[in-house]
């Protein structure tokens, strides 16, 4: 591509989704990736950390990453630079470069300075800084690693991905909890429709499955992280009246954004257009969302006004859907709210992808929309696996019974956040 053109794009040139890639539990593809989503295959297993045995954590199931295959995944790198890193950046690393090479874009082939990425991590290495803090004085993490900084920065799988493509335009990493998944692709949508990039690299990395996360919130009491054991398959049952909370889960996984114009110029497969982002924080309660569904059909409402769609035309939507019953609440509550002379059962698909791999947080928005964009471009839904019993309050369409092939043209991926944090992604068949 041709960094000497007009920077200026033309506004009515849409943004695009043409590149996935992930390294999630038993995932190390876009295509395993849909086989799951579609398939509504879990890939919770039980947890297998004896940190959380040691602890007296009653967690027992969660999406784990396993061990990381540096030499298959990051071939081209260096074995003393790959030694220098941690799981977090060559995941992240791998994710990106996947990104890229599944839009079919080699490197060099978009101008350094006109290629961006933004990731989205809600806490950062936090193993990495739980080992450094407890390590003792004969463990000293620091001894003889000059590089140990790069292990215990936030901003470091974004950096060092950059280098590894050749990235010169914006590379940075936001932290706004679960909905910061959307806020990256938001930003790569402000660079993107302003003519600072041709293409970003929007993604997410996390790495939480520590007892100190499942502390936090196991301190917010039952129901909100499970603790199913005998069967970790079943430990995330969103909508259902069985529900027992989230798993929780971990990986990386990054998408590749540019405008239509230029894919198609390279013929580029094309998996989904994305219309708009909209973000809000409610500025309320610290920890709770609006229960009437008010708030978030508003911003539904407002980011579909903003592409010239109307709420009656939305096909599916690709819940937050954490399995508590404040979120399950609010999101069923707000589909009515946003349709209200719609009868539930006439309500659009309503599902969700934390039983397939728990809750990802910082990631949960980039997973939410690349799962979203694949049934787009399948023209198939996906499942919410582990619904049997819908709850009273959310007894609608939740393609609870498999895969459902459809004709779908418009779609909404939801996120919300600590923070009173609300924020929608529509999202259109190309």
Known sequence: MDSSRDPSPDPSDPVVLTGIGCVLPGTPDVHAFWNHVSTGTSQVSRLEKPAFAAAG???????????????????????AHAAKYNRDILATMAAVGDALADAGIARGQIAP????????????PLSWWAETITAGPEQDPYAGKATAMFRGLAGCPATLAAIAVGAKGLVTTV??????????????LRELRSGSADV????????????????????????????????PATAVRPYDRDRRGFALGEGAMTLCLERESSARERGARIYARVLGHRALNEAHHATSMDLDGDV???????????AGRKPEEIGYVCGHGTATRYNDLAESRALRRLLPHHDDADLPPHGSNKPIYGHTFGMAGIINVAATSLMLHHQRLAPTANHRTPDPECDHDHVAEGPRDTELDLAVSLSFAFGSQTSVMALEHA
């Open 200 to 231: 970003v690299l929007a993604g997410g990395h996390e790495f939480p499955i520590t007892p100190e996360v499942a502390r936090c919130y196991l301190g917010l009491g039952d129901g909100v992280l499970s603790p199913e054991r005998d069967d």
């Open 296 to 306: 978030t059909a508003s911003v539904v409402s407002g980011v579909l006004d903003d």
């Open 113 to 124: 300075e006109r290629l961006s990425i933004v990731q989205s991590s809600s806490r950062g």
């Open 57 to 79: 954590l009653p967690v027992h199931a969660a999406a784990q990453l396993g061990s990381f295959d540096t030499s298959s995944r990051l071939p081209d790198l260096a074995p």
């Open 175 to 188: 932290s706004s909890a679960c909905v910061g998944g959307h806020h990256a692709i938001g930003l790569a």
